[in-house]
């Protein structure tokens, strides 16, 4: 039976489109809304909205998504795939450097305070620790200079 004969949603998603379908599934978990074309682009590392579209209108031909009314945000998908369980603490290189970004955000922002509070401290080291808990030992240590600076700066808390 060739591909034109088999029912549509028989037709498995090429690893392309399971990675789209994975970032749709883990996007509508994370926010309760599915993803616009320039965040699935941008996500993915796509270079244009028209690939995304292209990837899009394939799933939804071949059944694995769907739109309801045609409008924003309204992607979703016929066959919720379990992929926003977390089964491992392993962190992909992307999310890696989201992260890393994240946290050296936090510390911008400590380090640009005249104080630092004991609260912010506290946020840093919760940080810090949560990237050794994840195996990224060596962005942890990278921030530990700036850490032990930023301690030294910690005000005095009034009473």
Do not use: C
């Amino acid at each position: 039976m060739n591909e034109k004969q088999t029912p549509a949603a028989a037709i498995r998603p090429t690893k392309k489109q399971r990675e789209l379908l994975t970032f749709i599934g883990n996007f509508i978990a994370e926010h309760g809304y599915s993803p616009s074309y320039r965040e699935i682009m941008a996500g993915l590392q796509y270079t244009s909205v028209a690939t995304v579209a292209l990837h899009v209108n394939s799933l939804i031909t071949r059944g694995h998504l769907r739109k309801r009314d045609h409008s924003a945000r309204s992607l979703e998908l016929t066959n919720p795939i379990n992929s926003a369980a977390v089964t491992t603490n392993q962190v992909a290189p992307n999310e890696e450097k989201w992260l890393v970004g994240k946290v050296d955000h936090f510390f911008r922002q400590a380090e640009q305070a005249s104080t630092v509070q004991a609260a912010t401290l506290q946020t840093l080291l919760v940080l810090v620790g949560a990237l050794q808990v994840l195996g990224l030992e060596a962005a942890a240590q990278s921030f530990q200079p700036r850490l032990n600076q930023l301690k030294q700066r910690v005000a005095p808390e009034v009473v």
